[in-house]
Every structure is written in C-alpha cells, then in structure tokens.
C-alpha cells in the first residue's frame, strides 16, 4: 500500500494551489493531504512566521494513520527541516525547488543576505509580495494557468525568512531533491547546492511551480520516489 502524502506549500502561496497535483496522484492512487501555513496570509489577516509552521506540518503529520511522506515546495522545505525531527510515521522527505538549510541557517542567507529583485517590502517591513510573479514562478505555465495562480498569491512573513533553523530532520529522515530546470525564483545553482544535503536527486524541465505546469509528469516523480 503507498504511503499518504502532505503536500507543504511554499511562500506566497496555499495547498489550493496543489490540486491539479492532487488529482494526478489521485489516478496513482496516492492519498494527499495539503496544509496551511502560517507566515501567508492576505493583507488583512494575523501572519505568523517559520517557527509556527513548524509545528503546523507536525501536527498535520499526526493526523495521519499510517506511514506517510512529506513534500516541501520552495519555503516550505524549511517548516520540514525544522518541524519533523523525530517524526516516526514519516518514511521521506521530498524538497521540490526546496530550501535544505543547515543549523543556524536562514532563507535570508541562502539568499546571500540581499532581498532578490522581485522582493517587495511592504511599508512597516513586516511582510513581502513580488514583483512581476508570472515571469518568477510561472514562466513554463501557461497563461491562462499563470494568471489564476497570480490571482491566488498572499503575503508572506518577512520574519520568516530571518529565523534561523535549529534541527534538520533531513539529516535522519531519508530524504529526495526534485531540481526544477527552468526555475527563476531559486537558481538551478542553488538547487544543486542544497541537494547535496539529500540522498536522492531528480529533474524536471519545468519552472518553479511543476505542479501546475506538468502536474502528470511531477505525479509519476513522486510515484517513483515513494
């Protein structure tokens, strides 16, 4: 029987944006789960930060009968590196396009300490948007895909990309990397760095969102992976 799936979604974004994914893991029989983080939030709405998602996917995790596996897309790779340390109903980790960091490491210094130029601090530097997202995340999408994502993207904590990682579950959890080649929001350079953290690494030709551009494709990745 395969393991149940939670799908970890990364900044800007929510597990609204995994259901073409979930619907292809569907057909193979694969079981998900997607969960909300706290450092998105619309405008208007209390934000939380690193720490706090890292004890929302553990407890998502807990809700699930059975062994499971876990996927962290971009940021979310974070809240799984912190979060699931002991975790023993959790046979993988996968990081897609993912941040693998290191005790006493932040995003922001995986970032070289320099806000990316599609970065937008809102006014009190409590939170960011970005710029130009279609061209970021989206730019294997199509357009009709790309502007519904657009419309869906949030705000996101700046706090939680200066809060600094404390344990690494994917130094005990067996873990698997998917580099996304054409990705534009985390260098293919970077990916391959923090992959070396893993013990398996695959590709896909696709932007930084292949759940959304080549959902099928990314179902049967993870189908083998698991």
């Known amino acids: 029987m395969k393991p149940k799936i939670l799908l970890v979604h990364g900044a800007w974004h929510n597990g609204a944006g995994f259901d073409l994914l979930r619907g292809e893991l569907d057909k193979l029989g694969i079981n998900s789960k997607v969960v909300e983080l706290s450092s998105v939030a619309k405008e208007n709405e209390p934000i939380g930060d690193m720490y706090q998602d890292a004890q929302i996917v553990p407890s998502a995790v807990d809700s699930i009968s059975g062994d499971c596996v876990v996927l962290g897309h971009s940021y979310g790779g974070l809240s799984l590196t912190e979060g699931l ?61 790309a502007d519904k994502a657009v419309a869906q993207l949030r705000t ?56 959304l551009c080549a959902p099928a494709e990314l179902a049967k990745i993870i189908n083998d992976l698991i």
Request: charged share 20%.
């Open 85 to 145: 340390v002991g975790a023993k109903n959790v046979k993988k980790l996968i990081f897609l396009t993912a941040f693998v960091l290191d005790k006493g490491e932040t995003l922001f210094q995986a970032c070289g300490s320099v806000d990316p130029a599609w970065w937008v601090r809102n006014s009190d530097n409590t939170r960011l948007t970005t710029e130009n997202p279609a061209a970021v995340f989206y730019n294997t999408c199509s357009k009709e895909i």
């Open 156 to 211: 996101h904590s700046l706090l939680s990309f200066n809060q600094e990682i404390t344990k690494t579950a994917w130094s005990e959890i067996d873990s698997a990397y998917i580099i996304c080649e054409q990705d534009q929001a985390i260098p293919v350079f970077a990916q391959e760095a923090m992959s070396g953290r893993c013990k398996e690494v695959v590709r896909i030709n696709t932007d930084h969102s292949p759940f």
